[in-house]
């Protein structure tokens, strides 16, 4: 009915689709945006273990979590490959101080 009296009816929360090839943001910033939320899972998978009172379920958000983990962590190499993300610090080479 709005569009055929030419007025345009308003947009769902997620947007409209367009045909458009372009990304809509930069890969970093997808790339960066994906690595916060995974982490932000592991903590809240974390959580939810901690406060379930079912026995069953820590088995399963364990695995989940471990899942989490490793897409994370893959995400994490892909940044530092791209030298968009700093490699984590590491631990000394105590061998080689000593020298």
Not at 39 to 67: P, W
Not at 68 to 96: C, L, V, Y
Request: charge should be positive; charged fraction near 20%; proline fraction near 5%.
């Amino acid at each position: 009915m709005l569009l055929q009296s030419d007025i345009q009816p308003p947009s769902t929360w997620a947007g409209k689709a367009t045909d458009s090839t372009k990304a809509p943001a930069s890969e970093k910033l997808m790339m960066y945006t994906t690595s916060i939320i995974a982490s932000s899972a592991i903590g809240y998978n974390a959580l939810g273990t901690s406060f379930s009172m079912r026995s069953d379920l820590h088995t399963k958000l364990s695995l989940i979590g471990k899942d989490t983990f490793d897409f994370a962590k893959k995400g994490g190499k892909i940044m530092i490959s791209h030298k968009w993300m700093e490699e984590p610090p590491q631990m000394e080479d105590r061998n080689q101080l000593t020298k």
